[in-house]
């Protein structure tokens, strides 16, 4: 199992479910046609949960994908301990249904983030960077990601989206594969600020600015130099 414990998942699901069977008591007087519609939400809800664990599909944890999920839609200072209060505060704002909905849909698009081999075959550089990226195994890149994909790659604009898969490697390497001194906290709030600025609904950022954010702070994203220095400190000491 490669998410939350059981009992941790059951708990979402049966969340989600029981508001969404209230839900279609209010919607369809027939008691056929609700559980028809709990059926198919169901198989919905099945379908993105094999989408995200699969070894043939995205490999990942339900843990991780979910709160990557919940801060790319809604809640950029979500820690892990939060998803399920988070899930309770998402159903004060919007239907089950609709929430299903997007995690299926969401599930599909990070499909395409994590097998990028199959989905990017004319971009060699977002294969490559996304490639680099799985096999680094970040905790919070895929935050991002969703974020440009759906900002950048979806409407168009490859070359930016490009440009974000290598900064996001670029900054993982800097900051949390070689030891450079940033804490995983700082780390996390960095990168929940800056998907937080391309899903802004006012206005998409261009790509640079993306850039300046993450290498502004010289604790956080060292400059070549100094980057250097550490590469050959650890080759002295290996």
């Known amino acids: 199992n490669r998410g939350l414990r059981l009992a941790e998942s059951d708990l979402i699901k049966s969340r989600l479910f029981a508001v969404l069977e209230e839900e279609s008591r209010k919607r369809l007087p027939d008691e056929d046609e609700i559980d028809q519609f709990l059926d198919k939400y169901d198989s919905y809800w099945h379908e993105f949960r094999t989408n995200i664990t699969s070894k043939d599909d995205a490999d990942y944890s339900i843990e991780d994908f979910l709160n990557n999920y919940l801060v790319h839609k809604e ?49 060699t550089n977002t294969i490559h960077n996304l490639e680099k990226i799985k096999n680094l195994n970040p905790q919070y890149v895929y935050t991002v990601l969703l974020s440009g994909y759906e900002s950048y790659y979806e409407k ?83």
Do not use: W
């Open 75 to 123: 809640f950029p200072d979500l820690q892990k301990k939060d998803i399920y209060e988070k899930i309770g505060e998402l159903l004060e704002k919007t239907s089950a249904d609709s929430i299903i909905d997007s995690l299926l849909d969401v599930s599909e698009k990070f499909i395409h983030l994590r097998r990028p081999y199959v989905h990017f075959d004319k971009n």
């Open 156 to 238: 168009g604009d490859k070359k930016s989206f490009e440009k974000l898969t290598e900064i996001c490697l670029k900054y993982h390497l800097r900051t949390k594969s070689i030891p450079m001194g940033i804490n995983l906290e700082k780390y996390r709030k960095k990168l929940h600020k800056v998907a937080s600025m391309i899903t802004d609904d006012q206005h998409t950022p261009k790509i640079n600015q993306l850039i300046d954010e993450l290498v502004k702070d010289e604790n956080s994203y060292p400059p070549d130099d100094k980057f250097k220095i550490v590469l050959n400190t650890l080759k002295v000491n290996s």
